[in-house]
């Protein structure tokens, strides 16, 4: 359990992410304790796109884990593939923006520990899947509230919107009911 609350401080651990309190109690398990505080210092809109890229560089490697995994089914990879490119066009529109607000886009990590995750069937894949979307979802509403910058707003509702409509396939090919609000979206337990 330790290494799935060491994977999960890492997915939420950017500089930017820890310091919002919002977000780090949405990427952490229940079981993982407090988020650390982060005081009363405002957020840089440049460290929320960062810590928005980070997950983005997360996703794109666990896609691309998965599609070579040899775990998914044709139709499943087909989906894996449309929603890595998302992910991928998502981390080209916040470097172009990191950038172009004078910033340096955080770069990917080499590799991303999921050992924590027992990844054995299509189905592990999918619901890990899932959760990742959740997280990503869930971080981008908390980023929400913090940008200052009401340009950046849209943006960062849109890229939001398909982490919603990603978790939402994914339900449904888990065999999970439908949901009528965002807030019914669960995320997905390994434990059980």
């Keep these: 359990m330790s290494d799935r609350r060491g994977f999960l401080a ?23 304790g407090p988020a650390p505080a982060s005081g009363d210092r ?15 560089h997360t996703a794109i ?13 044709k139709g499943a990879l087909a989906v894996g593939g449309t929603f890595k490119g998302s ?26 520990d999921f050992s924590a995750f027992e990844l054995k069937t299509e189905a592990d894949v999918l619901r890990f899947a899932l959760f990742l979307e959740m997280k990503a979802a869930r971080a981008y509403q908390a980023a929400l509230a913090r940008l200052q910058s009401r340009s950046l707003l ?10 919603v409509s990603h978790a939402a396939v994914l339900r449904s090919v888990l065999g999970k009911a439908p949901v009528g609000f965002y807030g019914q979206m669960d995320e997905v337990g390994f434990d059980s």
């Design 10 to 32: 890492t997915l939420a651990g950017s500089a930017a992410l820890a310091a919002l309190p919002p977000l780090a109690l949405a990427c952490r398990r229940p079981e993982a």
């Design 42 to 56: 405002p957020v840089s809109d440049l460290a929320l796109l960062n810590g928005a890229l980070d997950l983005e």
């Design 61 to 73: 490697y666990a896609y691309g884990l998965a599609a070579g995994s040899g775990l998914l089914s």
């Design 87 to 112: 992910h991928e066009t998502h981390r080209e529109a916040l470097s172009a923006v990191i950038t172009g607000l004078g910033g340096s886009p955080v770069d990917p990590k080499r590799s991303y």
């Design 154 to 163: 849209d943006a960062a509702a849109r890229i939001m919107g398909d982490e």
